[in-house]
């Protein structure tokens, strides 16, 4: 089982992720953050509060998304990940690529620091 | 697999080669770990190796045509002192060896290479012990161990 919940935090989007997120399930996530940056709410926060595991299907899908997100001047950022979901993005060195967070409102006030 | 070691089959499970099935196998694989003794982080790196593998057959292999099926079977090898845990994978559809698979440069896939898929098979490698892989007349077999420690 999976879902996701989407929360609009000023000009941030943060996207619950609910359950397994794998080869079936990655699809919907796919909607979901495409359907953010069609909207041009391109500050997504992933929160993995309740995300109970991931396989690279999962992983696959911010990569696929990354690049775009950060040409219109956004990003992808996580929090609130679980040991066991930050170890399937430290195996694959994905922390060098994406800004992971302890706790939501740390990638919100990042988002909305001024840029130097 | 006749290798000479002391071996029993714990446990296998068969399913319709369905991308839903995934949650099932990793199920399947989680209880069986679990009961083996390995950590909780261990027991999701094996339900990681075999949901990726799995993934890759259903996918590839069978072009997720659900009349098709695979088999899961955990096997428990000692050989000395060791535990070892041991997943086959069983399916008849188009055969592929993952260990002549090329891996991703990492470095080059964080740096420049944005792509989506083609990690499945670095996860495999990087989370299990030992990895064969035997085909024969249609049927393939991927043998995954992992070592108790």
Sequence with gaps: MFSTLVRELGKTSAIDLIGELDAHTSVQLERTIQEQIEKKRVHIIINCAKLSYISSAGLGVFMAFIDDVRAEGGDIKFSNMSDKIFQVFDLLGFPLLYEIFKEEQEAVEKFNAPTP | ?149
Aim: charged share 30%; glycine share 6%; aromatic share 6%.
């Design chain 2, 1 to 149: 697999m006749s290798n000479g070691l002391n071996e029993e089959l714990l446990d296998s499970l068969t399913v319709h080669s369905r991308l839903e099935e995934l949650q099932a196998i990793r199920a399947f694989i989680a209880q069986a770990a679990g009961r083996f003794g390995f950590s909780d982080i261990d027991c999701n790196k094996i339900q990681l190796a075999v949901d990726e593998a799995c993934s890759n057959i259903i996918r590839h292999a069978y072009n997720q045509d659900s009349n098709e099926d695979l088999k899961i079977s955990i096997i428990k090898t000692a050989l000395g002192s060791e535990r070892r845990f041991t997943v086959l994978i069983d399916d008849n559809g188009k055969s592929y060896d993952i260990l002549t698979h090329k891996i991703p440069d990492m470095k080059d896939y964080i740096e420049r290479e944005h792509k989506k898929g083609g990690l499945g098979i670095k996860i495999i490698r990087m989370v299990m012990d030992e990895i064969h892989y035997q085909t024969d007349a249609g049927s393939n077999r991927l043998i995954l161990t992992k070592i108790l420690r």
